[in-house]
């Protein structure tokens, strides 16, 4: 089970770290971090593979890192210069096949958090 911590409300501009706990969890393919926006639909943001490569969507590359620690088990994001339109209810996700293959669609990831929100006011 994979379960999403860190969510908080924010400024423009503020930071925010999102973890996810991987204990109990089999994964060997692609982890990945999407968020779900008011009235929007979910959308990728991040992706990396075991190796660490790692892949963003254009909205929030330079701002997010997605990094894994496999001692601690856990998934991070790492958000910098929030926008509010970074406002949503982030989920991490992991798959059973690599990053390439899997993309950042969402159909094709096996496990799911139950989602951390994030709200950036203005």
């Known amino acids: 089970q994979l379960v999403e911590s860190g969510g908080d409300s924010v400024q423009t501009g503020g930071s925010l770290t999102l973890s996810c706990g991987l204990s109990?969890?089999?994964?060997?393919?692609?982890m990945a971090w999407f968020r779900r926006a008011p009235e929007k639909e979910l959308e990728g943001g991040a992706t990396?593979?075991?190796?660490?490569?790692?892949r963003y969507a254009e909205s929030v590359k330079g701002r997010f890192t997605i990094t894994q620690d496999n001692t601690k088990k856990t998934l991070y994001l790492q958000m910098k210069n929030l926008k509010p339109e970074d406002t949503g209810l982030y989920y991490c996700?992991?798959?059973?096949?690599?990053?390439?293959?899997?993309?950042?669609?969402?159909?094709?990831?096996?496990?799911w958090g139950q989602g951390t929100q994030v709200t950036v006011s203005s």
């Open positions: 990396i593979d075991p190796d660490g490569s790692t």
């Open positions: 996700a992991i798959a059973v096949l690599a990053c390439f293959i899997v993309t950042m669609s969402t159909y094709k990831y096996r496990d």
């Open positions: 109990g969890v089999t994964y060997s393919g692609c």
